[in-house]
């Protein structure tokens, strides 16, 4: 008989587990003989038995009783890979939602009980709380390999769709790349809200293990007292090469499509009867989900789609997009604010379809809605930047709800279709908004005052710097140290950021006791922190965090730089480090400033390439006395004030000449014959 296999977790794992910091945790390793003995890693980084420090923390009474879901986790992450896990979490929520049928797949002995520990631990804090906590935190830990959309963006999709497609009573939705079911959980909560009739949830996705992980959601959240039970139906398949739902027409239709995916069955679907508006190209997978989508609807029902902005504007899609211009079957095409979902870096389109009625014919003379969010919440490229959910809904339902073709804001518009269908069919809504006066002249006016006193700043900085005398490089240099001898001496600590789990990292809108978290991505895209830890996670009690006067150093070439932080508290991620000095010793400002120097990169990198880490206890700095110190730390701080003024001024008068030339080209200049 085999021996259950031992489940490692870390010291910082535990830590998490027991609701204490990891120095708590090391204190009880050193202080207790009984202490479990570690099962794998090393000294430095060791790995006990999960079920050794479950026993133990019992036995000593450190064992707290509202943590016991974050005790199976572990277990479950110990079971294998992804597809592995991903479907015992689908029969935990089989079975919590009361679906034991016949053919489910036999599992090994330590996963049935596995399974049955959590169905038990869910009947007692409720099944779908339970079942959330496992999918979350398996779509935390593969979060790059399966894209999400996000709640908020899910319901404004869900809300759009049956406006336009002017639901009333029963409704069938539909989504045929559903991965976990975000798309159909909004709706249910929408027609939760809105009380109507009898719901039906249509599903499909390629990856079995994602359909049943919907599946079960979808099932556990169906289960509402004011409404009938939904009725629930996802399938494992490819729903472009084998439609499951080619016979069930849907009221609404959402879908976030798999991108860029070359693919997609363009050979064996060539004379496929869905593309009514042309067989897209082997380049164009998302005009196929486009047509496909719509070949789902009823006469009127509505599809929105998430989609790339490049196909609002590529070349072998224009044939299909005229088309469904000219059809009117394409209602509204919408860029979102970058952020507001995978891939965070680019401004996705929401795209607003509507199939004809029973007897409708093609309208004449049709408009399009194009909203540009872009414009609309425009990003400060030096501060944190969270979409603003309610802000964004608020537009885009005004918009989109709009019933007068020529009606329009400075963000959106009704464009004729005749004025789209050129040689390039570009959708791109930037491209056919164009922002009124009455928004432009006061942000210019504003970004002008702003350049003057940016201006007179740099002037006075500039004026106190270029006054400074600098001595002949024949005199004595003084002897220099390294940071690792002034910490042996006791100047200075220094302490190495680390990164936290992936599961402790929020984004959005933080709280005021929240502590932004710093890391070297977030200083080659701009320098602003975009996550930050709750002030209550036990992340933070192992996190390095960055005090106003502390030396904040960057341990990578690429991004090396070292600065006296002046703002909140911040956690420090990996290869960031936090030096904090003796005062009555050494100058914050010129510590900082010596270290920065490009010569100490030189002689404290690991190697010659960009990408090589500095080791920062090499880093070298003069010894001279106190007193020359804050002599020379002032000469730094003014450097410093001055590089920020600056990089600011280069920054604004850019965009100075950027939309000061779109006024002047749109023959926006006063006094004009």
């Known amino acids: 008989m085999s021996t259950p296999r031992a489940v490692p977790v870390s010291l910082a794992e535990i830590a998490r587990l027991a609701g204490v910091g990891r120095a708590a945790v090391s204190n009880w390793r050193r202080r207790h003989p009984s202490f479990p003995a570690r099962i794998a890693g090393t000294d430095v980084n060791p790995q006990f038995s999960l079920t050794d420090i479950e026993n133990w923390l019992r036995e000593n009474k450190k064992?707290?009783?509202?943590?016991?879901?974050?005790?199976?986790?572990?277990?479950?992450?110990?079971?294998?890979?992804?597809?592995?896990?991903?479907?015992?979490?689908?029969?935990?929520?089989?079975?919590?939602?009361?679906?034991?049928?016949?053919?489910?797949?036999?599992?090994p002995?330590?996963?049935?009980?596995?399974?049955?520990?959590?169905?038990?631990?869910?009947?007692?804090?409720?099944?779908p709380e339970t079942f959330a906590f496992l999918l979350r935190r398996w779509?935390?830990?593969?979060?790059?390999?399966?894209?999400?959309?996000?709640?908020?963006?899910?319901?404004?999709?869900?809300?759009?769709?049956?406006?336009?497609?002017?639901?009333?009573?029963?409704?069938?939705?539909?989504?045929?790349?559903?991965?976990?079911?975000?798309?159909?959980?909004?709706?249910?909560?929408?027609?939760?809200?809105?009380?109507?009739?009898?719901?039906?949830?249509?599903?499909?996705?390629?990856?079995?293990?994602?359909?049943?992980?919907?599946?079960?959601?979808?099932?556990?959240?169906?289960?509402?007292?004011?409404?009938?039970?939904?009725?629930?139906?996802?399938?494992?398949?490819?729903?472009?090469?084998?439609?499951?739902?080619?016979?069930?027409p849907a009221d609404i239709v959402l879908c976030n499509p798999p991108f860029n995916e070359r693919d997609w069955g363009y050979e064996e679907l060539a004379t496929d009867t869905r593309w009514s508006h042309g067989l897209p190209p082997r380049t164009e997978p998302e005009l196929a989900w486009v047509q496909h989508c719509l070949a789902g609807l009823r006469p009127g029902g509505a599809a929105v789609l998430l989609l790339p902005p490049a196909?609002?504007?590529?070349?072998?899609?224009?044939?299909?997009?005229?088309?469904?211009?000219?059809?009117?079957?394409?209602?509204?095409?919408?860029?979102?604010?970058?952020?507001?979902?995978?891939?965070?870096?680019?401004?996705?389109?929401?795209?607003?379809?509507?199939a004809p009625a029973a007897g409708e014919e093609p309208p004449v003379g049709g408009h399009l809605l194009v909203a540009d969010g872009v414009s609309r919440f425009p990003r400060d490229p030096g501060r944190e930047w969270a979409p603003d959910w309610a802000a964004i809904g608020d537009f885009l339902r005004e918009a989109v709800e709009g019933t007068d073709p020529a009606e329009g804001s400075a963000h959106a518009r009704r464009v004729p279709v005749i004025e789209l269908l050129d040689d390039e069919v570009d959708l791109t809504p930037g491209r056919h908004i164009t922002p009124s006066p009455a928004d432009s002249a006061p942000r210019l006016a504003a970004s002008w005052r702003e350049f003057t006193d940016l201006t007179a700043s740099m002037t006075k900085s500039a004026r106190l710097l270029a006054a400074l005398e600098l001595a002949s490089a024949t005199q004595d240099t003084p002897t220099a140290t390294t940071v690792a001898e002034l910490a042996r001496a006791g100047a200075l600590t220094l302490r190495g950021g680390q990164q936290p789990p992936e599961a402790a990292v929020r984004t959005g809108t933080p709280s005021t006791e929240d502590i932004p978290l710093l890391t070297v991505p977030d200083l080659l895209s701009g320098g602003a922190p975009r996550g930050h830890l709750a002030a209550d996670d036990p992340a933070v009690r192992d996190a390095v965090v960055a005090e106003?006067?502390?030396?904040?150093?960057?341990?990578?070439?690429?991004?090396?730089?070292?600065?006296?932080?002046?703002?909140?508290?911040?956690?420090?991620?990996?290869q960031l480090h936090a030096v904090r000095?003796?005062?009555?010793?050494?100058?914050?400002?010129?510590?900082?400033?010596?270290?920065r120097a490009p010569a100490n990169v030189r002689q404290a990198g690991t190697h010659a390439t960009s990408s090589s880490r500095i080791d920062v206890r090499r880093l070298q700095v003069r010894q001279v006395p106190l007193r020359e110190q804050r002599r020379y730390g002032e000469a730094f701080r003014e450097l410093a004030a001055f590089e920020q003024l600056a990089r600011r001024t280069a920054e604004l008068g850019g965009d100075l000449v950027h939309d000061l030339g779109d006024e002047l080209a749109a023959g926006r200049l006063a006094g004009g014959a």
């Open 139 to 248: 779509l935390d830990v593969h979060v790059r390999q399966i894209a999400t959309t996000p709640e908020p963006l899910a319901a404004l999709m869900a809300d759009i769709a049956t406006h336009v497609a002017a639901v009333d009573g029963g409704l069938t939705a539909m989504d045929p790349a559903c991965g976990t079911g975000h798309l159909l959980m909004a709706v249910t909560e929408t027609a939760t809200r809105a009380g109507g009739g009898a719901l039906t949830l249509l599903g499909g996705d390629r990856d079995p293990v994602l359909a049943a992980l919907a599946e079960a959601r979808l099932t556990l959240a169906g289960e509402v007292p004011q409404r009938e039970p939904a009725r629930i139906d996802v399938r494992g398949g490819d729903s472009l090469r084998d439609d499951p739902f080619a016979d069930a």
């Open 63 to 107: 064992l707290k009783k509202s943590a016991e879901r974050e005790w199976l986790w572990p277990r479950f992450e110990a079971l294998g890979g992804r597809d592995e896990t991903g479907a015992a979490i689908a029969e935990v929520g089989r079975r919590l939602a009361g679906r034991y049928g016949a053919g489910q797949p036999a599992y």
């Open 548 to 574: 106003p006067g502390d030396i904040v150093v960057v341990g990578v070439a690429r991004a090396f730089s070292a600065w006296v932080h002046e703002g909140a508290p911040t956690a420090l991620g990996a």
């Open 311 to 354: 196909v609002a504007a590529r070349k072998a899609g224009r044939r299909i997009r005229g088309s469904l211009l000219r059809t009117g079957q394409l209602k509204a095409v919408v860029a979102l604010p970058p952020g507001c979902a995978a891939p965070h870096s680019v401004s996705l389109h929401l795209w607003v379809l509507r």
């Open 109 to 127: 002995k330590e996963t049935a009980a596995l399974i049955e520990r959590a169905v038990d631990l869910g009947r007692r804090e409720g099944g």
């Open 581 to 595: 000095v003796q005062p009555e010793q050494l100058d914050a400002w010129f510590l900082a400033g010596s270290l």
